[in-house]
């Protein structure tokens, strides 16, 4: 039998990979023009990291990792690690910062990533167990500026992108440890009569982590947290001021946004800042950016104590945005030449144009297999090729080449030895 990708998973085919570098290209340059630099954390991750990060009652953590087998040498008595491919960005960018000492530099520390993230999800549109995020993450400043900033990096790249105005900002304040441990007292005296028809996970969040209730899928646990008591209404005062102040700084740079009391995200850590950007046209799924706060992260993990915050967002989804918008890719990059070889002596001469040419940066290509000059020239227009270039005998006794521009159909006739040199000229 065949084997297939697993389900959930995607191969990007170069027919698209022109998509994934324009919005790659563009996210690294915003990043560049807010000083952002990037990091590149492993692949997969001790287990306990996103445990004592993520949260031990997340859907991340309960349902959805994929938890690598073990390798134990034989007769070591040592036990095995247990390591997880990464389902999201901020838990390894934080150990890195712990581990590389980057709080000993001058602070801020404001990064950037794009990687691959593994959830073992229901796949649907939008939703797969293998994807890729864009994020970033600010280190050490808990001013409110930072937290516009980090969201304003996100807008100004929709707004690169030409989707910005059809994109909602949706901010919200989580609060404080201390006063969502208040809060949620409140939250489980409001529940604690809906206690028995909550789905079994929310059971035992209802002891653990009732906010997590507010953020449940399961449509019974939705009804039942409807008109529940909100985080927003539960802050401390100097949450209060905090909101407040972001959203002012969002105002002094232009940046329209609705209040979402709802916004829980789907991680443990988040303190005040939670937002999330959404489309309206992507069906369900339709969040491509979340971020938010996480003041206590660092410390968590045995860090000393620095403040976050930072964003996740998704470059399926993204891309499923821009497709349904109808927003134009550029034309990935045209091959310069087709080199049409005809007869035993013209080949050699084409392997020695095309390889000059390639070394001076031109895209250059053959034929690779013996086809016929019809084929030859088919196969050409097939690879899109700017120009073609034909020798055959002839040429090569009058030391000419044919060059012909695949636009228009015009050839000329140039001089075989310094054919490499005039082609250059003819393209820059
Ligand atoms: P959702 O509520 O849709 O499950 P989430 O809160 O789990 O999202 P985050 O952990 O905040 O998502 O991840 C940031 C972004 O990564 C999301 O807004 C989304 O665009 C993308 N994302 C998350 N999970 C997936 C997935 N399984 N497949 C594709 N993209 C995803
Ligand atoms: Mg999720």
């Excluded at 050409?380 to 080449?401: C, M, P, Q, Y």
């Amino acid at each position: 039998m065949k084997i297939q990708k697993p389900k959930g998973t995607d191969d990007i085919l170069p027919s698209s990979i022109g998509k994934w570098y324009y919005v790659e290209d563009m996210f690294k340059k915003v990043c560049e023009d807010f000083a952002y630099r990037e990091i590149r954390t492993p692949m997969f991750e001790s287990t306990d990291l996103f445990k004592r990060s993520v949260g031990d009652t997340t859907d991340i953590v309960q349902k959805e990792m994929f938890n690598l087998e073990q390798r134990v040498n034989p007769g070591s008595k040592k036990k095995p690690e247990s390591f997880s491919l990464k389902p999201e960005g901020t838990a390894p960018v934080v150990r890195a910062y712990i581990e590389n000492s980057l709080y000993a530099n001058p602070q801020p520390t404001k990064l950037f990533y794009i990687t691959p993230c593994f959830r073992y999800e229901q796949p649907q549109e939008g939703r797969k167990r293998a994807f890729h995020q864009f994020g970033v993450e600010v280190f050490s400043s808990s001013n409110t500026y930072t937290d516009a900033e980090v969201i304003s990096l996100a807008m100004e790249f929709f707004r690169r992108l030409g989707i910005d105005k059809y994109l909602e900002l949706r901010i919200n304040s989580v609060g404080t440890a201390e006063s969502r441990k208040l809060y949620s007292e409140k939250l489980r005296a409001f529940l604690q009569n809906d206690y028995e028809k909550l789905c079994d996970t929310c059971k035992d969040r209802f002891h653990k982590n009732p906010i997590r209730i507010i953020d449940c899928k399961n449509e019974k646990c939705q009804e039942i947290a409807n008109g529940a008591p909100l985080m927003i209404d539960n802050l401390s005062d100097e949450s209060q001021n905090n909101f407040e102040e972001l959203k002012k700084n969002l105002d002094l740079m232009g940046i329209t946004y609705t209040v979402d009391p709802y916004i829980v995200r789907g991680l443990d850590y988040y303190t005040d800042t939670a937002f999330e950007i959404v489309s309206n046209n992507i069906g369900s799924q339709s969040t491509v950016c979340g971020g938010g706060r996480y003041n206590g992260l660092v410390e968590q993990l045995d860090g000393p104590l620095t403040p976050g915050i930072g964003f996740g967002l998704g470059i399926e989804r993204l891309i499923m945005v821009l497709e349904n918008l109808g927003i134009s890719f550029p034309e990935p990059k045209k091959l310069d030449l087709f080199v049409i070889s005809i007869g035993e002596k013209a080949d050699p001469v084409s392997t020695k144009i095309v390889h000059e040419l390639r070394t001076k940066g031109v895209s250059a290509d053959k034929d690779h297999l013996k086809r016929s000059i019809k084929a030859q020239f088919k196969y050409a227009d097939k690879l899109n090729s700017r120009f073609t270039a034909v020798i055959g005998d002839d040429e090569i006794t009058s030391n000419s080449i044919v060059l012909k521009d695949m636009s228009n159909s015009t050839q000329e006739k140039l001089c075989l030895d310094t054919f490499t040199k005039d082609f250059f000229d003819i393209i820059k």
